[in-house]
């Protein structure tokens, strides 16, 4: 769908949007999803889409990772538009991201790495972002406007039945005294309970560990199941302590809107496909 089609079909006004919690920031061809209530407590903070690069997922897609599956200049420039986009010139920490639990804390304005085995990111270093990776994932940010700490998560079925959220929290707590009931999350776009399905593996890997997940499915067939990975960071980060209207929840399945997104389990069987960045820091 060409930009112009998506900018009528999302004005950055749109008051359907806004009433998530979210709106769109765009600057030349690219649109990132940035959260109204971060932003409103001093975090920056965005969502990437695919659109306004110079990758080839197809021609002028946004990659922003995998030297593996496209080139560190392509990546640099997709970048740069990117932080162009939020208004911002900083440096992103990221991590090597393993579908795990392990939360790495980013302590100094030089701590960054893609080579660390991590799934979470927490800092409350001035002039850094934090980010994660996705193509279907759920993607975290969270910010805590009374000490300045912020997070970046990135769950998929494997972090949410290991709980990531809640223990990314929990780490905030600890490490910076941050309070629960303080905190603002946004949960990015993602593959949605309308058509992620999954097989008996992650049901029973969801019903073991965490007992009363069964709201999660909507049964399909043989064992099968859609999963609403959405409502279950939701329903984490709630069991963590926060309070459910500080959570903002965006409105986008990755699944479905192919056009705006890049999506692993819709698009891998044609070959590789890119990944956003969702970031979060200081302002």
């Known amino acids: 769908m060409p930009i112009e089609t998506i900018t009528e079909q999302f004005p950055l006004d749109d008051p359907t949007l806004a009433e998530t919690g979210f709106y769109w920031r765009e600057h ?79 302590e100094s304005s030089v701590d960054i790495s893609d080579s660390v085995d991590s799934d979470a990111l927490i800092s409350k270093v001035q002039g850094r972002l934090v980010g994660v ?34 223990k990314t929290v929990s780490r905030l707590s600890a490490h910076f005294g941050s309070r629960a009931d303080e905190l603002h999350a946004a949960i990015g776009p993602a593959a949605s309970g309308r058509s992620y399905e999954v097989g008996p593996e992650v049901v029973s890997s969801f019903l073991n560990a965490l007992p009363g997940s069964s709201e999660l499915f909507n049964p399909t067939h043989d064992g099968h199941a859609l999963v609403d990975l959405h409502l279950a960071n939701f329903l984490q980060l709630v069991n963590a302590g926060l309070r459910p209207e500080n959570i903002s929840i965006a409105p986008f399945c990755t699944i479905e809107r192919t056009d705006l997104f890049f999506s692993h389990r819709a698009e891998s069987v044609n070959g590789p496909t890119g990944r956003m960045l969702s970031v979060i820091g200081r302002k």
């Open 133 to 166: 990776k996705t193509a279907d994932c759920v993607p975290i940010l969270i910010g805590d406007k009374a000490t300045g700490a912020f997070a970046a998560i990135h769950a998929g079925w494997r972090g949410s039945v290991k709980q990531i959220a809640s």
């Open 28 to 106: 030349e061809d690219v649109k990132v999803l940035v959260s109204i209530p971060l932003e409103g407590i001093g975090f920056i903070n965005g969502f990437s889409t695919r659109l306004g690069g110079v990758s080839s997922f197809p021609s002028r897609s946004l990659n922003l990772s995998g030297v593996d599956i496209d080139s560190s200049d392509n990546i640099q420039i997709n970048r740069s538009r990117f932080l162009k986009t939020l208004g911002c010139d900083r440096e992103i920490s990221t991590c090597h991201q393993i579908h795990g639990d392990a939360i790495h804390l980013v």
